[in-house]
């Protein structure tokens, strides 16, 4: 193996003639450049140096080595920069993955941040629920996901090979078109909407629904179904059914024609920030952590 100190001696000693020369320039004596130049030819197997009294020349290989140091060294001190700039969030890239909610609500205070503190640092984000976020970040195809799981779910995922950061707990509401007949009452038991027609979330937030339903002594009657929040609203507003969303949902769309109500027993999910252990320690990963951190403090 070839040392990235071994070729700064063989350049040095190249290029001032001597091993006294060379130490001098490196900073160092003449029986270590002696010693580190033997060390450098063990390593590649053959003679790099001819010495002949005082005079020394490179052998071909020799020469071959030393034409290939300077773009090796060059190379290895632009890395120690760029690494020293990540290390010093003077540069970096976070690559988070979010569901819609958490992308109108918390992300942009927290990358807003993020931006103002390390101007250095980009962040790439996309958007997918959970349990695909989670899936992207333990294949390596994101760095943060954040993702949420219900209270009690019979399927709540295991994230226990993760970092797990808490940003917020979010209690789901009810949204009900502003003429119904609940829409002045100040909580909703769910079994009072049992007959109602209802317009269903995400894949996993409709589970969540017929799940809570059932518990609630019935089953919904799903008229509509869509992934968009902004769609779930207008549907609702439009009086053609009944919802449970988010609050964060609801604090990122204008729920016209709509009302939201509280639901009794409450339903709520955890909102989190997740991360893989390594990338854990990975500084624009922290920053963009912390910063997601503070900004559910304000949601």
């Known amino acids: 193996m070839i040392e990235a100190r071994h070729l700064r001696v063989l350049r040095a000693v190249a290029t001032t003639g001597s091993f006294s020369a060379a130490g001098r320039e490196?900073?160092?004596?003449?029986?270590?450049?002696?010693?580190?130049?033997k060390a450098l030819e063990s390593s590649v197997g053959t003679p790099l140096l001819v010495r002949?009294?005082?005079?020394?020349?490179?052998?071909?290989?020799?020469?071959?080595?030393?034409?290939?140091?300077?773009?090796?060294?060059a190379g290895l001190t632009a890395a120690?920069?760029?690494v020293a700039a990540i290390a010093g969030l003077r540069a970096g890239r976070v690559r988070l993955v979010s569901f819609p909610s958490g992308s109108s609500t918390l992300v942009?205070?927290?990358?807003a941040a993020l931006r103002a503190a390390h101007p250095g640092t980009r962040v790439s984000l996309e958007e997918a629920e959970p349990p695909n976020s989670v899936d992207l970040l333990r294949a390596g195809d994101c760095d943060i996901a954040l993702a949420f799981r219900y209270e009690g779910a019979a399927d709540a995922e295991e994230w226990d090979d993760l970092v797990v950061r808490p940003l917020l707990t979010d209690r789901l509401v009810g949204l009900v078109p502003e003429g119904h007949r609940l829409a002045r009452a100040e909580s909703v038991a769910l079994g009072e909407l049992a007959d109602e027609p209802w317009i269903a979330g995400c894949p996993r937030c409709r589970g969540q629904l017929v799940q809570a339903c059932e518990s609630a002594g019935?089953?919904?009657r799903i008229d509509f179904a869509t992934d968009d929040y902004p769609a779930v609203v207008g549907l609702v507003g439009a009086g053609l059914?009944?919802?449970?969303?988010?609050r964060l949902a609801i604090e990122s769309v204008r729920p016209r024609g709509a009302r939201a109500v509280a639901l009794e027993p409450a339903v709520r999910r955890e909102i989190v920030a997740l991360t893989l252990p390594d990338l854990a320690q990975?500084?624009?990963v922290a920053a963009t952590l912390e910063q997601l951190g503070r900004a559910a403090r304000w949601a």
């Open 108 to 111: 942009p205070t927290a990358l």
């Open 218 to 220: 019935f089953t919904p």
């Open 282 to 284: 990975v500084p624009a």
């Open 80 to 82: 120690e920069e760029e």
């Open 52 to 73: 002949n009294g005082r005079e020394m020349r490179l052998t071909q290989a020799g020469e071959a080595l030393v034409r290939h140091a300077s773009g090796i060294l």
């Open 241 to 246: 059914g009944v919802a449970v969303l988010p």
């Open 26 to 37: 490196l900073g160092c004596t003449q029986p270590a450049v002696s010693q580190q130049m």
